[in-house]
Structure formats: structure tokens, C-alpha cells
């Protein structure tokens, strides 16, 4: 395995030469045409397109967490884990459809403006700070660790300095404001499409190598016959992997808590779509629904070549650290293998997906911190001016203590990407639930959706130590609780996330019924606006049909 040459180098250094110049130019540009600056800074209102809007979504998503922690979980459990992936196309329709209208007629700008209008200034301050904490203690520090993890592997840079400068690139990007995150998001999504693609080709081919043949399709069909196992889509209860994904309950169970929380209410993700028109926006999401059908074949394909090359011998102990398999080392593992050049455009994709997502959480960070806490808390007066410098400091503080924290949180001991989505899946069920309730039931009051707050944390909490306390064996018949390897019965968390957000909607009804009325802020919601236009309606039946195809063949 050959470290950067001259070429890789030159190839990387072109790649950030055009992002920095092309932002450079989107930002003058904005400064000569802005209008109302915050507005400006934090949403790009207007100013996005629906391909701008759909490739920034992605380029948001796609980091990290994915290259490496998913092409992680790929090699570990096989093409079941793109389940996040493929589901997540079809709740981006449903986001489009059913979310967008109600945030674009009632302009909101930030989720929790959303509260504050609907529950109170109590419940919004409070998820602000759930929000803050959420982004910067597992987001950005996951991001983070995991994108100088893959550096560290294919180049003589210690983590630290990978950090760092993956820090300052995207901050250096998020200080331009959310119009240059966008249309910078372009480019990247455009390099980690064709980066991932290549990198997919040349392990496809390495996998086609072992059988004596040629090609990335003879390496599908090399791949497909010797790691069955690894394309079941729907794990059985005997599966070891069965604790991070419960069968059917991707399917129909917790998965669709956590993908409606993450792309219906969620800062980071709505904020691209709310600077536009709702016909925009829906364009862009559906856009967005369509890229992620690719990512499989981007970030979970390469794990399984690498599983199959592992298998053979082929890689060495590459995967392995101190004499133990790490599965988060098989997408720096690919790129180390790939050639002199094709390793650049690979090392520029994935750089493209940190940096984008990194500068979008960022912005999603300044935006709450300045819109929802310093503007009404501390300071109401403050101009336009004075926000997008609160702004600008919110994202360099958060960068650093993201930078500090991340070595410190044993992310690569668990594997990134369930790292994110358990520590996530912690708030989700009570965020969905005080969301769905405040759009289309208008007896929700506030102090149940200080319940879904707090008490679909606590749900959580508890039920994640619950195993410590009794023996829930008697769950398993019903598939509820799963042996974890060591004798000890628990509950999957996807499984827990579906079991909280139905205790907190539970929980939500009787005391909105039954507890002490307060003055119900409801939004007016017309069916009318729930309408979609022809063109969008194909989009989402091809979306459908695609990924029943896709089920159907593989289950």
C-alpha cells in the first residue's frame, strides 16, 4: 500500500482550490446582492435552487459517519445496514409532502421557532440547548474523529492535525453563510459521487481479481456468491447483528421514529429547504431522495469487497490495530490500495463529505444559537450586523470544543455510525412526537410537549439500563429483548426508540386531556396544502417501485 504521491496530492490540492475559489465568488457575489443579512447568512433565503438545495442535503448527510462508519457496518453486517439509506428516500417524500408546507406557511426558520410558536418559550429554549448539545457533543465530534481516522490511515498525519485542518476548512466555508454552503455543496456532492464511485469500481475489480477474472460486474457477481450472507436485507433473530438491526423493525418499527426526527425536525437538514418556495423545496427534496438510493453502492459496497478481500488474505492485518479487527478501517483501507491519482479523487470525495457536513451542522449551530437563544435571551435589539457576528463566533467555538472533546468519547470503540444514531436515537422518539402532535392534533398543549422533552429522554435512559436491573428474557418470544452475546437480554434501540415515542404519545394525549389547559397556539393546517403537482407525484411512485424492486430481489 502506497502512501500520497506528488499526483494524489495535486489532484486534492485542485479539488480544494476550486470549493475555496468557487465560495470565494458565491460570497462577493451575495455581499453585492444581499438583503436582509441574517436572514441572508443563516437560510439563503431565495437564493437556492432545487439542485442546490437537493445536493446540499446530501452533501450535509453524507459524511463521516457514512464512508467510514457505514462502509464499517457493511463490512461487519453486510448491505442490510444501507437500510438508513434506502428508507431514508421514501421519508424524504413524506417530508416534502406532509412537513415542508406546514414550515413554509407558517415561515419558520428554525425548529425551535416551530416550538415557541405552537408550545411556548419554555419548551423552546429547552430543545434549543437538547439541539446545541446534540450537535456538537455527537454529531461534530463524530464527524470529526472519524474523518481524521480515514486521513490518518492513507496519509503520515496525525489525528490532531487532521482534526484541525478539517475543522478550519469547514468553518472557513460555514463563515461565508448558508447560500456558499449550498452551491459549494455542489461541487462536493459532484466529488463524492465520482470519488465514492471510483473507489466502489477499483475494490469491485480487487474482489474480481480473486477468482482469476477482470472488471468491476464480474467483481458484483464474485461478491454476490461468495458473501451471500452479507446481502440479506432483513436480518433473522439469530443474526449477530441483530442488536443493530431488528428485522422487520427497520422496516416498520423504529427506523421511521429516527428518519422522520432526522429529516422532518431536524435544524440541520430542514434549513436547506426553508429559505425557499414550497414547489423549490419540494423539487430539491425529491432530488435528494433520488441521490440516496445511490449512496449503498457508494458507502456500503466497498465494506463488503473489503469483507471478501479480508476473507482472502488480501489485505493483511491493514484491518486490524493492535492485533484486533476494527470494521471502521475498511474504507481507509480501499482508498490506501487505490493508485497513484484515483487515490486523490477518492481522498477528495471523502474529504468533500466531512467538510460539507461539517460546515452544515456548524451553520445549523449558529443558527439556533443566535436566532433562538442570544437574540431573545441576551440581546433583542441586536442588528443584523451584530447576528451574523454572533453567528460567526458561535461556529468557531463550537469547531474547537468539538476538536477537544472528540478524542475523549470512545467513538471508534462502539463503530461511528452506531455511535450517532444510538446517542441520537436517545431524543428522537420525544422531538417526533412533539412534532407530529403540534402539526395535526390542536388540543396539544405545552406541558405535554415538556413530557415529550424530558420524559422521552428519560424513557430512553431507562430503558437502555433496564437489562442491568432485570432479566428481560421474557421479552425474547415476542422479539422485543435479544440475547447481546454475553447472556444479558436487551432491547435493540431501534426497538426502543418505537417503544418510547409510543409511550411519550401516550403520555402526550392523556395530558393534553386531562391535565391543566393552557392557551393552545395551534397551526392552521389545510389539507390543500398536503396537494403535489404531477411531476413530483411520478418522482415519488418511481422512488416507491425502486425500492420495492430493490427489497423484493434481496430479502
Known amino acids: 500500500m502506497t502512501l500520497f504521491s506528488a499526483l494524489d496530492s495535486f489532484v486534492f490540492l485542485v479539488y480544494f482550490l476550486i470549493v475555496a475559489g468557487y465560495g470565494l465568488w458565491v460570497y462577493r457575489k451575495k455581499r453585492a446582492t444581499s438583503g436582509k443579512a441574517s436572514h441572508d447568512y443563516f437560510l439563503a433565503e431565495g437564493s437556492l435552487t432545487w439542485w442546490a438545495i437537493g445536493a446540499s442535503l446530501i452533501a450535509s448527510n453524507i459524511s463521516a459517519e457514512q464512508f467510514i462508519g457505514m ?3 457493511g463490512f461487519k453486517i453486510g448491505m442490510a445496514i444501507a437500510v438508513y439509506e434506502l428508507m431514508a428516500a421514501a421519508t424524504l417524500v413524506i417530508v416534502a409532502v406532509f412537513f415542508m408546507p406546514v414550515y413554509l406557511k407558517n415561515r419558520i426558520y428554525t425548529m425551535p421557532q416551530f416550538l415557541e410558536q405552537r408550545y411556548g418559550k419554555a419548551v423552546a429554549t429547552t430543545m434549543a440547548v437538547f439541539w446545541l448539545a446534540l450537535y456538537i457533543v455527537v454529531n461534530l465530534t463524530a464527524i470529526l474523529y472519524l474523518g481524521a481516522l480515514a486521513i490518518n490511515s492513507i496519509a503520515p498525519i496525525g489525528m490532531l492535525p487532521c482534526m484541525l485542518f478539517l475543522a478550519i476548512f469547514a468553518t472557513v466555508i460555514t463563515l461565508g453563510g448558508m447560500k456558499v454552503i449550498g452551491y459549494t455543496d455542489v461541487i462536493q456532492v459532484l466529488c463524492l459521487i465520482i470519488g465514492g464511485l471510483v473507489t466502489t469500481w477499483i475494490a469491485l ?12 460486474m464480474h467483481g458484483v457477481t464474485e461478491l454476490f456468491a461468495s458473501t451471500r450472507g452479507h446481502f440479506d436485507m432483513v436480518l433473522s433473530r439469530d443474526n449477530p447483528n441483530y442488536m443493530d438491526l431488528p428485522g422487520l423493525s427497520t422496516l416498520i418499527g423504529g427506523l421511521w421514529i429516527v428518519n422522520l426526527s432526522y429529516w422532518g425536525c431536524n435544524q440541520y437538514i430542514t434549513q436547506r429547504a426553508l429559505g425557499a418556495d414550497l414547489t423549490t423545496a419540494r423539487k430539491g427534496l425529491l432530488f435528494a431522495a433520488f441521490l440516496k438510493l445511490l449512496m449503498p453502492i457508494i458507502v456500503v459496497l466497498p465494506g ?24 471502521d478501517r475498511a474504507y481507509p483501507t480501499l482508498l490506501a490500495m487505490l493508485p497513484s491519482g484515483l ?18 451542522k456548524a451553520n445549523s449551530i449558529a443558527t439556533i444559537f443566535t436566532l433562538d437563544i442570544y437574540k431573545p435571551k441576551f440581546n433583542p435589539e441586536a442588528s443584523e450586523a451584530r447576528m451574523v457576528w454572533v453567528g460567526r463566533v458561535t461556529t468557531v467555538v463550537a469547531m474547537a470544543i468539538a476538536v477537544l472533546i472528540a478524542p475523549l468519547l470512545g467513538i471508534d470503540k462502539k463503530g461511528g455510525f452506531q455511535y450517532i444514531q444510538e446517542y441520537t436515537g436517545f431524543v428522537s422518539p420525544g422531538i417526533l412526537a412533539m412534532f407530529l402532535l403540534g402539526f395535526f392534533w390542536k388540543k396539544t398543549t405545552a406541558p405535554a410537549a415538556m413530557f415529550a422533552t424530558i420524559g422521552g429522554l428519560v424513557f ?20 422485543f429483548a435479544v440475547d447481546n452475546g454475553t447472556g444479558t437480554y436487551e432491547i435493540p434501540f431501534l426497538d426502543r426508540t418505537f417503544i418510547v415515542f ?14 391543566a389547559r393552557d392557551r393552545v397556539r395551534s397551526f392552521h393546517v389545510d389539507r390543500k396544502l398536503f396537494r403535489v403537482d404531477g411531476a413530483f407525484a411520478l418522482g415519488s411512485a418511481v422512488i416507491c417501485v425502486l425500492l420495492s424492486a430493490i427489497y423484493g430481489g434481496l430479502w
Not at 479523487?345 to 460546515?359: C, D
Open 502 to 515: 409510543w409511550l411519550v404519545i401516550a403520555g402526550m394525549v392523556l395530558i393534553s386531556t386531562f391535565g
Open 343 to 360: 487515490k486523490g479523487v477518492a481522498f477528495a470525495a471523502l474529504t468533500a463529505a466531512i467538510v460539507a457536513s461539517l460546515a452544515g
Open 304 to 327: 463488503i469487497a473489503a469483507f471478501a478481500l479480508d476473507r482472502s488474505g488480501t489485505l493483511g492485518d491493514a484491518m486490524r490495530v493492535g492485533g484486533e479487527l476494527n470494521p
Open 460 to 479: 430512553s435512559i431507562f430503558l437502555k439500563f433496564l437489562p442491568g436491573m432485570i432479566d428481560l428474557s421474557f421479552l425474547a418470544p415476542i422479539g
Open 71 to 73: 462502509s464499517g457496518a
Open 205 to 216: 475489480d480487487l474482489v474480481a481479481r480473486l477468482s482469476g477474472g477482470q472488471g468491476a
